[in-house]
Structure formats: C-alpha cells, structure tokens
C-alpha cells in the first residue's frame, strides 16, 4: 500500500471525535493494507520504529527537517522557518510548502508504506560523520515523493508528534474487527500482545497466518512480557477477604521494576524496564550477577531493583536507584551505589512456559535456581492466613522502610499486563486519608491571567485513564503546585503536542483553552476525592440511583517533572480512583 493511502486514513483519524469512529476508520484501514506492509503500518500508527524494547528513537532536529523541506520544494529555510512560526506544526509547514511547490517537485518515485517506514528508520539510525547530510538527503527525497498530505505526516512522525491519539487497546479492537469475524478474538489477541509486546508482530502475523498464527505466539526469551500490575485494597481483612483466606504476602521495594531474560549458553542477559524498554546497559553489575548466580540454563524472572546502604542498612528511595538513568555516572555509581535486585517471579524456565504456573510453583523454582544468590535476591515473603499476620509483616515491612507489602494468590498465575486481584498491594500511605497521590494524564491546558500571563500558561486538565473503555476521562483542573521549572517544561512540551479537536479518545464535558494529546503523566496530590456532577471520571450510575463522576479537592501538582518512567495508559485508572473513594469513606467512618 502506498504511503499516501494511509496518511489519507491519517487525516480523517484526526477529525473524528469518539473511539467508535476511530477504530472503524483503522478497521477499513487495516483491511485495505496489504501484508507486506501490515507490520509497519501499525509502527507507524503508534507512531514509533519499532516495540519499545528495540529501543529505536525518532526525532529529527528541527533545523535538519527544515532543511530538508529547502531542499524538496525549492524554498528556502528562513521563509520555512517563518511559516512554522505561524502554524506551529512543521507538518503543516511541510505540507503547505509541498503544495506551492508542486510544479518544482524533483521525484516522482512513490513510496509504500513499507519504504517510507524503512527510510525513517534508516534516518533514525544513521550515525557518524557526514550523518546529517544523508539525513537531510532521505528526508528531502520522502517530502519531495509525496503530496501535501503526505509530507505533513512525514514530517510529524518524524519529528515525533503524528497526534493520532490512538492507543493499543484500539489497535487490537480494529486488527481484531478487520481479519476476524469473531468479537471475541480481541482476548486472544490481547494475550498473544502481552506475552510478545510487539503489536506490529501480533498484526503481521495475525494477517498472514490468521487465528492459528495468533496461537503459535508463544513467550520467548529476549520479547518482555507485559508485566502483572496489581489492585489495592486498604487492610490485611479486606486482602485475606479476597485471597479465600490465605495468600503469600511480600515485601514491596521501592526500585525500578526489572524483567531479566538470561541466556547462559549465549552469555547474554537483557533487563527491561516496566515499560519494556531494554535498561541492560544501566545494570552491567546486575547482568554478570545473573550469569554468575542463577542456576539455570535459561531463564525469565522480574523483580526490583533497589539501591541499598550496607553501612547505614537501609533501602534508599526510588530517586537514588533512578540516578542510574545517567548513562557516565554508571560505573561509578556501580561502585558507591551498589544494588540488589529482589526477585518475585519466575515466568520462564529452561525452555518451559511458567506462566500457567500456579504462582506456589513458580516460587518454588525461583528459590531453588536463586539459591546462591548474592545480587540476586529472593523478595522476602511468608504466607499467611489470618488478617493479624497479614498486618503484622505488613508493619514489619515498614518499619524496615519499605513501601509496604504485595499480597499474591496462592494459586494464581502470571497474569500479564492487568491489573488482577491475583496481585493486591498494601501501601503505607493507604492508612491516612488521600496521602497517596495520583498519576494523572495532561489532556488540555488553560492560558494564564495575572503574574502566570507572561507564561501564558494558567494550569492543566488531568484525567485519569479508564482501561476498560480504554479512554481518559477527566478528573480535575490544576493551577498550584508549579514550580517555575515545571511550567516552563509544560509550557514547552505541551504547545508541541497540541490538537486541533478534543482528542477522540478523551471523554469530558469541560473545555481547555488548548487540548493536548494525552501523552505526559504528572504526580497530583488532593485533599479528598470528591462526588463531581462535570468530572467524568469513574461516571457511572452509582448504588444511590444518581449519576456522578470523581473529581479533586484541592489538587497540587508533586512531582518536580513529568513522570518519565509513565506513559498515558500507565495513569491510575478511573476505576482505581473509584476504589479510593470508597476506601476514603471507611477510613473516615471508622
Ligand atoms: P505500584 O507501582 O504502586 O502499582 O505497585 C506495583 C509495583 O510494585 C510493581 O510494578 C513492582 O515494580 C513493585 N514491587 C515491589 N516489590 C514487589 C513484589 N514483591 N511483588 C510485586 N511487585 C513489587
């Protein structure tokens, strides 16, 4: 399929206002893609190079995509670089040059989407000295290639902001709606998606194998797994409750979330981050432990890294174990900041599928290959099956300093990528009224009035994310907490990725000065979480008989950035808040 096709799919996705319309929209697109160009559609889609783990960033600078329209349509960069002062939007820019120019036009080569995608990658990955002449070269080439329409999505999604807001959840429901009759088969396809993490795979083969293509999907060393996320509940009664009476209860550090995939034969061991990014090389001192400390030939475990001060003997907090982010400080920080991964699970085992595992078993086996284990720790755990021992080692996590505790089903197996009652943790900062915060999605912005007018910035519009629907749903309106760094960075980052609509995947009934693309995640601190009549989170017909969503009392902003380590789907959920108001009534009554 050429390129112009599905950037023709692209400008009609961007005017479309509710999920429904966007996943028929990709249906027809998907159906109309041929196979050699399925798996790069969808990349394209999601508007990446590749699955996460593959680690391949887009982004051409600005000046070099501005040259590279020079090139293409014959005008020249300061008349470019005053019309993107106008729109905004290179794309736009891009697209309104081509269309001036098209009687100057030097190629007309046509690309698939394919060739397109393959170029953009060869962009992303070409390094070295005279790198930025070719880039400007295969850029200039695409633009010059396309229509208007076509060039203004180059360029977007070269630059990184195609502002398409379409979700994974979405993909599937379309993939699952264009190559199978069957409703049902989103499930499948969601499972083959969580064990692969490769949603341009899952449709590749999904168009060219059909539904027995899907199954052939199976867990492989070196793919991460999407990992189980946990629900939450507010006492030792309520988890035991739910559990049947009796669960492991586990120590929950506070560190980076690590999945380990070791090949001893190879020598080659690989950690992936929560959000499947490849994080190898920030753990050189965690990698040759594993060679060194497991026993087994081959291996998929996930645990957590935590920085720990053997002289004061206490667990440091998340930031500490972060500083690793710096890639020149590593190997010294390996030295000063030595850390430990605690693992609590076991998902692959030489050659064998641990998933379906009961999660009894899977402990067994961990303990048994972590046996020698110096680096590579055990998390510590006790099974229990009263609420008073559940409680007991909760308060004895925390007085160890830890966050507090995970209870797991006994019985339960790896659920990947949900958020299951298999996995119920217990934090602290559940015992006080709303003192745990909330991640929410930046879905809009307000323009300043007053001292903020200079910045033209008056606060955001966060949303918390329904994954059932798979769609945002507004939560409060925030103008405190700012420190004069964040909103320059909000300032900043949220112009680029401005919509011209509401995204069709954000559900509200208030308006932002400006609708964003629902991409950044912040940490919100509230006094309370409150009934609202606007807020459409959590909107529901609720036990009373009356309509109403969640919104914020008194919401700040807490973080010092944006949660980089978050995307939007990773934002509590719609359903969570819902939870925490009712846990905040208890806590009130009791
Ligand atoms: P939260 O990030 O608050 O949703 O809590 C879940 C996170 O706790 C997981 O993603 C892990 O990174 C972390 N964690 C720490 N210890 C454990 C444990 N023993 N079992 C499961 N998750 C744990």
Redesign the pocket.
């Known amino acids: 399929m050429l390129f112009e096709k599905i950037a023709a799919y692209y400008d009609r996705l961007e005017s479309i206002s509710s999920r429904l319309e966007m996943i028929d929209v990709l249906t027809e697109m998907l159906k109309e893609t041929s196979e050699d160009d399925i798996r790069e559609a969808i990349y394209m889609t999601q508007g990446v190079l590749g699955p996460p783990f593959a680690g391949i960033e887009i982004g051409i600078a600005e000046k070099l995509t501005e040259q590279a329209i020079e090139r293409a349509s014959g005008y020249k960069v300061s008349e470019i670089d005053a019309n993107f002062k106008k729109t905004g939007d290179l794309g736009t820019s891009a697209g309104q040059f081509a269309e001036k120019s098209k009687l100057k036009r030097m190629s007309s080569n046509k690309f698939t989407v394919k060739e397109t995608f393959d170029i953009l990658l060869k962009i992303a990955v070409t390094s070295g000295s005279g790198s930025q002449d070719s880039k400007i070269r295969m850029m200039s080439e695409l633009i010059a290639s396309s229509s208007p329409n076509g060039a203004k999505y180059i360029v977007r999604f070269a630059m990184g902001t195609l502002r398409l807001g379409v979700g994974d959840a979405t993909i599937l429901e379309a993939l699952s709606k264009a190559f199978t009759d069957d409703r049902k088969f989103k499930t499948e396809l969601e499972n083959a998606y969580n064990i692969c993490s490769d949603l341009g795979e899952v449709g590749y083969i999904l168009a060219k194998k059909g539904k027995k293509g899907i199954d052939g999907i199976k867990i492989s060393l070196f793919k991460p797994i999407r990992?189980a996320?946990?629900e939450r509940l507010s006492t030792g009664e309520e988890i035991l409750e739910k559990m049947h009476g009796k669960c492991s209860v586990?120590?929950?550090?506070d560190g980076m979330?690590a999945q380990l995939h070791v090949d001893k034969k190879k020598g080659k061991v690989q950690i992936y981050s929560?959000r499947l990014e490849n994080t190898t090389e920030m753990f050189p001192d965690i990698c040759e432990a594993a060679l060194r400390e497991i026993d087994a030939d081959s291996v998929i475990l996930e645990g957590?890294i935590i920085a720990y001060d053997e002289v004061a003997n206490i667990f440091l907090p998340f930031q500490e174990t972060a500083q690793r982010r710096r890639k020149h400080e590593i190997s010294a920080k390996a030295q000063s900041l030595p850390v430990y991964m605690?693992s609590?699970d076991l998902m692959y085992l030489n050659g064998h599928d641990y998933m379906e595992k009961e999660y009894s078993q899977r402990r067994m086996k961990l303990e048994e290959i972590l046996k020698k284990g110096k680096m590579l720790r055990l998390?510590d755990r006790k099974v229990v099956d009263s609420a008073k021992d559940l409680e007991k080692y909760f308060v004895n996590a925390i007085d160890e300093g830890l966050e507090g505790v995970?209870a797991k089903g006994l019985n339960s197996k790896y659920i990947a990528g949900a958020r299951k009652f298999s996995?119920i943790?217990l934090?602290r900062s559940y015992r006080n009224e709303l003192s745990d915060t909330l991640d929410l999605v930046i879905v809009g912005y307000y323009l300043g009035k007053g001292s903020r007018e200079e910045f033209k910035f008056g606060g955001i519009l966060c949303a918390t994310y329904n994954d059932r629907k798979d769609v945002f749903e507004t939560v409060t309106r925030i103008g405190t907490g700012f420190t004069e760094k964040l909103l320059e960075e909000l300032r900043e980052i949220l112009s680029k990725i401005r919509t011209t609509g509401k995204p069709a995947r954000v559900v509200s009934n208030v308006e932002p000065d400006f609708w964003v693309e629902p991409r950044y995640v912040v940490t919100v601190r509230a006094d309370e979480i409150t009934k609202s009549p606007t807020h459409t989170c959590g909107w529901n017909k609720h036990e009373d008989g009356t309509q109403y969503g969640y919104a914020l009392r008194f919401p700040r902003i807490v973080s010092n950035g944006i949660r980089e380590d978050k995307g939007a789907e990773e934002a509590n959920t719609s359903h969570e808040v819902a939870e925490m108001y009712k846990l905040q009534k208890k806590t009130k009554l009791s």
């Open positions: 990992p996320l946990a586990e120590s929950k550090y979330r929560r957590e605690f609590f998390a995970v996995w943790k934090k």
